[in-house]
């Protein structure tokens, strides 16, 4: 089992729906949830973090954390064109340093 | 600076010689991290400095790979021998500390031919 698990998609939505990305983690310890988006061909962006059960919304984005099922999601509503990236979920593990990344989400919206 | 410099942005180098790869952090983080990302592939962890500890080198693939970090701040990879399979895009990253997300360089693009 990986130890961060994202559907690697490519996931499609219509301009101005709502994008819903997934994912979860083996480590039942870990202590802080990150979300990055990666345009092609450029480095990954910090986009939300979220470290407590619940919901944090910042503008479009919406970061959903249940540590009960190892699970994070990323809502982006009213997804636009320029939305269209990879997105990747880190985590931070109860043990180490570093962040350990899923494959990502590749996220295509269509005008 | 302003945000995490790293140099040069592409590299082509013949297989077998030696290539130095640059990371220049924000001024204070604390943290530094070596990923790199091949072709379509996710991020994969190499290497990261936490102030005055020791580096934590479990992601280094061979004995080939080592990293620096002098002075707290400016930190040096170098891949001795480069193999083909060493060609990906490397990425640097720095934060406050290990609690706090990363920001990431634009990376250097290593090419070994």
């Known amino acids: 089992q990986k130890e961060v698990e994202q559907n690697s998609g490519p996931l499609s939505v219509p301009e101005g729906a709502i994008a819903s990305l997934n994912c979860t983690y083996s480590?039942?310890?870990?202590?802080?949830f990150f979300w990055y988006r990666q345009y092609s061909g450029k480095s990954p962006e910090l986009i939300m973090f979220i470290y407590s059960n619940g919901d944090k919304e910042d503008g479009r984005f919406t970061a959903q954390l249940n540590k009960a099922s190892q699970y994070v999601s990323l809502l982006i509503r009213d997804s636009q064109p320029s939305d269209s990236a990879t997105y990747l979920c880190?985590?931070?593990?109860?043990?180490?340093?570093?962040?350990?990344f899923g494959q990502g989400t590749e996220l295509s919206v269509k005008p | 600076g302003a945000g995490v410099s790293q140099s040069p942005s592409n590299k082509v180098t013949e297989k077998g010689k030696d290539v130095e790869l640059r990371c220049d952090p924000i001024s204070g983080h604390t943290a530094l991290y070596w990923y790199r990302q091949s072709l379509g592939q996710g991020l994969e962890f190499l290497i990261y400095?936490?102030?005055?500890?020791?580096?934590?080198k479990s992601g280094l693939p061979s004995d080939r790979f080592s990293a620096e970090r002098t002075g707290g701040s400016v930190s040096t990879l170098t891949i001795q021998r480069t193999q083909q399979e060493d060609s990906a895009v490397y990425l640097c990253a720095s934060s406050p500390g290990q609690f706090y997300g990363y920001t990431f360089g634009s990376g250097t693009r290593l090419t070994v031919v």
């Open positions: 480590d039942r310890g870990s202590q802080s």
């Open positions: 400095f936490q102030g005055n500890s020791a580096p934590d």
């Open positions: 880190a985590v931070k593990p109860n043990q180490g340093g570093k962040l350990i």
